[in-house]
């Protein structure tokens, strides 16, 4: 099992990886599959008209997070990675006058994003709770090709093909990739790994990606990646307003961050000064994605401010960080969450946001370890305990929104990833319940999970809200 750095910290837009940045993958697969043409079709039929349709949580929710406007845009030819946030609604604007698209490479195609786009809450996709459809017609009403897909959490997106296979082979716990220097499958097989090699965790991740790249393009991508995070939270500590969709969410982080700037001209001891930073900056990043703004999976949208939080956190306090650390912290999380999303989950449609924010705070307790001087033995540790006192959280955005509670969840998340990195640091990585366990208990408990708290707002704090 390999799974790149940069497969888990993704570059796009909110509000959410499994309901914006999937779909509008998928719908640019499509595109490629519409393209390819190794699909039987009858003589002469060519494609005129596109449809697609959303199932299960991204129908509940949908509109919402995002998911009609990422379709419309993926059908655009926009990745998540080249779309500008700036320049969607014109986009979409576009779409609806014309009542088309015109894919860079294609010829353009009917779509009408008011009749070909259906939000389908009757008819679950078997599989996952994060289904799509798209079909291709011809002029006279025959539909030519028609695909699924399944957005499994952290923009991964695949085909019920590809779907079955995963689960078929299910959570393996063998000898792992030998494509790599250090494949591990799981916390005890890199420990294991750790011990015999004399490397840190971050050492043998970075062995394991310059399997794949120069050194050069790996470290150029590692500091694109905080780039993008450091980016995102200056954007969000400057910007004021209110938040779309409805709710009328004011954004906070800007006024929080200039209380602290001000507080600290009056030199007065603030012992939560930390955790006030924590928040603000994590709080930063999730008013950004809930506002479309350009995010980075960590290791999804609706998690997004937890390691950046934690990481311009080291920036801030430590004074030993250097860019050196930064990479060493990514490559780090990288691992941890690698191993969560095998293992388990990381998509809250699937096991609550104890698979989202829960991953996010294990992955930043480890990476802090780490830099702090941690042991594989307290990296480990430090995944564990954040993993640990997240076990049962629900997924219950109101009005479904990536709001509330998701943009406080996250600075909690992040205050807790501290504690725990702190707590395994000043142990000795001797402790009694294995990360692996802690993982295991997340995916059991998220499979008995009601679906009413798996990001569907149908339960919890999304039912009992009274919107003002």
């Not at 796009?12 to 719908?27: D, E, F, K």
């Not at 990422?70 to 998540?80: D, E, F, I, R, S």
């Not at 008011?114 to 017609?137: E, I, Q, S, Y």
């Not at 609706?302 to 990479?327: N, Q, T």
Request: charged share 20%; proline share 6%.
């Amino acid at each position: 099992m390999f799974l790149s750095v940069f497969e888990l910290f993704k570059i796009g837009i909110g509000p959410s990886s499994s309901h914006t940045m999937g779909p509008m993958t998928a719908a640019v697969r499509f595109l490629d599959e519409i393209a390819g043409g190794d699909w039987p079709r009858p003589a002469g039929a060519k494609v005129h008209r596109l449809t697609a349709s959303l199932h299960g949580s991204l129908a509940y929710t949908g509109v919402g997070h995002g998911t009609d406007r990422a379709v419309v845009l993926g059908l655009t030819g926009l990745t998540p990675l080249t779309v500008d946030p700036d320049t969607v609604e014109a986009v979409l604007e576009e779409v609806a006058r014309e009542k088309r698209v015109s894919p860079p490479g294609h010829p353009f195609y009917r779509f009408d994003p008011a009749a070909d786009l259906v939000l389908d809450r009757k008819t679950p996709l078997p599989g996952h709770a994060n289904g799509m459809a798209f079909c291709a017609w011809d002029k006279q009403g025959r539909m030519l090709l028609r695909r699924i897909y399944f957005s499994i959490g952290g923009g991964f997106v695949v085909s019920e093909e590809e779907l079955q296979r995963l689960k078929a082979e299910g959570p393996v716990r063998g000898s792992g990739d030998k494509g790599v220097p250090y494949p591990f499958r799981s916390a005890k097989e890199m420990l294991a790994m750790a011990a015999r090699s004399g490397l840190s965790v971050a050492a043998m991740k970075r062995a394991n990606e310059e399997a794949h790249m120069p050194r050069e393009e790996l470290d150029a991508g590692l500091d694109r990646i905080w780039e993008a995070m450091r980016g995102c939270i200056e954007r969000g500590i400057a910007r004021e307003g209110i938040m779309p969709g409805g709710l009328k969410v004011k954004r906070r982080a800007a006024r929080l961050h200039d209380r602290l700037l001000e507080d600290s001209t009056r030199n007065m001891p603030n012992p939560l000064l930390a955790n006030d930073w924590l928040s603000v900056y994590a709080m930063a990043v999730n008013e950004e994605n809930a506002a479309g703004g350009r995010v980075v999976t960590a290791p999804t949208n609706g998690a997004a401010g937890v390691v950046p939080a934690v990481l311009r956190y080291w920036l801030h306090f430590h004074v030993e960080a250097d860019p050196a650390s930064i990479r060493d912290f990514l490559l780090t999380a990288a691992a941890v969450g690698g191993i969560i999303k095998h293992n388990a989950s990381i998509s809250g449609a699937e096991v609550g946001c104890q698979g989202e924010v829960g991953s996010a705070s294990a992955m930043a307790a480890a990476g802090l370890c780490a830099v702090m001087g941690g042991t594989p033995e307290q990296v480990e540790n430090a995944a564990e305990i954040a993993l640990e006192h997240h076990l049962g959280m629900t997924c219950d955005p109101v009005g479904g929104l990536v709001q509330v509670p998701c943009i406080e969840r996250n600075a909690l998340g992040a205050v807790k990833a501290v504690t725990a990195a702190s707590l395994a640091i000043k142990g000795d990585g001797t402790h009694f319940v294995p990360l692996d366990a802690a993982i295991e208990t997340m995916r059991q408990t998220g499979m008995d999970m009601n679906e009413r708290y798996k990001e569907t707002s149908l339960g919890g704090l999304a039912v009992n809200v009274v919107e003002c």
